[in-house]
């Protein structure tokens, strides 16, 4: 199994970074020998403090520029709430950049207030998220969702159209380049799973909340079933928050998975994830105001990847290790 | 009048220009003393090679650190009302936070309905939707609520009992807040309203170089348009975007007609003092080679300058080394 790290461009102590720190903060990560840098994604929201994080693109741009082979991606990315063409367009501009080290999780989000801001139809999410990934998925295939174009300049009232057929057989760029992977992120619907297996590169599970609804044991347990039993070959898990210092918590079977506790248990605990099949885990270390101002040093870095034996099998051309018995 | 140059986005070859050669290229304007870096977007359409462009925020980012504060990057245009706005809001501070005061985000509706119908947006409902995008965005970086914060979550919440958060908590600053937004151009033609709008509203007007015989040629727009934001106290005008072309055939400048620089660099001179006198304080030009892009589709037709095409350039006009941040 494999670890990764969530990445973004705040500091420990939720204030910027500079670009320089950035890349300082990748090429650590990736020194370290990690599998992966990843960042989360949700949108602001007028005056709420808790909801301005940053766009992770460029934050996985400026990794990208300070790394060599470690994979890059987003978990989740709230595909639903953007224009699916323009998201199309930043993956295969990022994927341009660092060929075949891109890997956008994507979901519906699971914040209701984002979509009401939006003008969005929160009940439709999972509709306009299937939606918006065929649209994806035909920029990269180059299949014209649209048969004829109209072309309009100046204001309404003095346009005037001309209609051609699209330019079949001219790849587009975003052929060129060809598509990073996708990876769908949910938590137990039998239908996404049954997506994620047959329709995305993956599936990404949420160690968070979705736990809650029975539990992470039947949670992951079932889910792994599902997504496996559908042909599922990569199953990853994020939002692990890790806490390597902090008292021990317990690990109840009802309960959220998680980290925090000594690093033993943290070793014993990500045998369980291996044993129930997943073959990459996206650690969030530190997630507690008693760690706050807590900096990644090439020693911490150092810690947390000794927790658990390495795994040097290929994520960009291996298909996933089958479930552990 | 100051100078911007459109970044390449290919290389002679017709190649993608990768990261490191997008920070050349925006090194290669810097070097050259031209005063900004400049792209501009389309959302691009499945099969149409056409409308290829990369993301532009993502180039300018490169482009920003590879280059001074100097050099000022920005777009010309960003279609706004085809996306969600918050989107725009954090891909602005992000920006901002990467590279502070650098970005003049040249924001307007876009010219192609194509783009609304790939969206299922109403394209006459782009002035309206652009209106309301740029209040949200500024919502952004005032910090106000635009009404009750709350959190409403499928696993922890019933999805219809919504955790209202009480307004009397003190949480802290919004990092938008605290980051700032960067300068925002309003890109128009001749509206009236959006003229008023770009002069009292926006740091900057972006201009279209590009009016044709259908709305009276460029110099009755331009210099009408011109006044009309300088009456209403607009403060920085900006021609985007001018055609270069010094190599392929002479096209003559016609007042009726679309203002490019279709002809030898002394006759550009010329037309670029026309701008200037006008009163624009900044052009945003674009090099094309017409004769080496023919037959050529979608990003292959794009032009990638060299250091001696950027001399020429820059060589066109007196240099102005006014600070954009000021204006």
């Known amino acids: 199994m494999r670890l990764h790290l969530s990445f973004g461009i705040l500091g420990a102590d939720r204030m910027p970074l500079s670009f320089a720190e950035v890349q300082a903060k990748a090429r650590l990560i990736e020194d370290a020998g990690f599998s992966g840098i990843w960042s989360g994604h949700h949108l602001p929201v007028p005056g709420d403090t808790a909801r301005t994080l940053p766009d992770p693109l460029p934050g996985l741009l400026i990794a990208a520029s300070a790394t060599r082979s470690v994979e890059l991606g987003t978990c989740i990315y709230c595909l639903g709430l953007v224009n699916a063409g323009n998201f199309a367009q930043s993956a295969y501009t990022l994927e341009a950049f660092a060929p075949g080290r891109l890997t956008f999780g994507v979901g519906t989000g699971s914040q209701k207030q984002e979509w009401d801001i939006a003008g969005l139809d929160w009940s439709k999410r999972f509709t306009r998220l299937e939606e918006s990934m065929r649209f994806v998925k035909s920029m990269f295939s180059g299949e014209s969702a649209i048969e004829v174009e109209e072309l309009t300049f100046g204001d309404s009232h003095k346009k005037y159209a001309r209609q051609r057929p699209p330019e079949i057989g001219e790849p587009t760029l975003a052929q060129k380049i060809g598509s990073p992977r996708f990876l769908l992120g949910t938590w137990r619907s039998p239908r996404q799973l049954h997506r994620a297996a047959t329709s995305y590169d993956g599936w990404l599970a949420s160690a968070g909340p979705g736990t809650l609804e029975g539990g992470w044991k039947k949670v992951f347990t079932d889910s792994m079933s599902i997504f496996r039993d559908a042909g599922g070959t990569r199953a990853l898990v994020s939002t692990m928050l890790l806490d390597h210092e902090a008292p021990t918590r317990p690990l109840p079977e009802d309960g959220a998975f998680e980290l925090i506790c000594g690093p033993e248990a943290i070793t014993e605990r990500l045998g369980i994830l291996d044993e129930l099949g997943f073959d990459d885990v996206i650690l969030s270390p530190w997630d507690s105001e008693r760690t706050k101002g807590r900096q990644l040093t090439p020693d911490l870095l150092a810690e947390l990847r000794s927790l658990y034996p390495a795994d040097e099998s290929n994520i960009f051309t291996t298909a996933a290790a089958a479930p552990a018995s | ?327």
Not at chain 2, 148 to 155: K, V
Not at chain 2, 288 to 304: I, P
């Open chain 2, 1 to 327: 009048m100051r100078i911007g140059m459109w970044l390449p986005l290919v290389d002679s070859g017709g190649a993608l220009l990768d990261g490191h050669a997008i920070a050349k290229r925006a090194q290669m304007i810097e070097a050259a003393g031209l005063n900004g870096a400049w792209l501009g977007d389309h959302t691009p359409i499945p099969g149409d090679v056409d409308r290829d462009l990369p993301d532009p925020l993502l180039y300018l980012a490169i482009s920003a650190l590879a280059t001074s504060p100097a050099l000022e990057l920005g777009t010309c245009v960003y279609s706004l009302p085809l996306r969600n706005k918050y989107d725009v809001a954090q891909r602005c501070y992000t920006l901002e936070t990467i590279a502070k005061g650098r970005f003049t985000i040249g924001l307007g509706t876009g010219s192609q309905k194509v783009e609304y119908d790939a969206a299922g947006l109403d394209w006459d409902d782009r002035f309206r939707r652009m209106t309301d995008h740029m209040a949200g965005i500024r919502a952004i970086f005032a910090g106000k609520p635009l009404g009750p914060l709350y959190r409403q979550h499928p696993a922890l919440d019933d999805p219809g009992t919504p955790v209202v958060l009480d307004p009397a908590v003190d949480r802290g600053t919004p990092w938008a807040v605290q980051v700032g937004p960067p300068r925002f151009a309003l890109g128009s033609w001749h509206s009236p309203r959006q003229l008023r709008r770009a002069a009292t509203e926006y740091d900057a007007w972006l201009a279209s170089a590009s009016p044709g015989a259908q709305f009276g040629g460029w110099r009755k727009v331009l210099s009408e348009s011109i006044k009309a934001y300088r009456d209403l106290g607009g403060k920085r005008a900006v021609a985007a975007t001018v055609a270069v072309d010094f190599w392929g055939p002479h096209v003559p400048l016609k007042d009726d007609g679309v203002f490019n620089l279709f002809c030898p660099p002394t006759e550009a001179a010329e037309r670029l003092a026309m701008l200037e006198s006008l009163g624009f304080d900044d052009v945003i030009l674009a090099l094309v080679n017409r004769s080496a892009g023919q037959g050529r589709k979608g990003l292959a037709r794009r032009y990638d300058f060299t250091a001696a095409d950027l001399e020429q350039v820059r060589a066109l006009l007196p240099r102005d080394d006014r600070d954009y941040h000021d204006v």
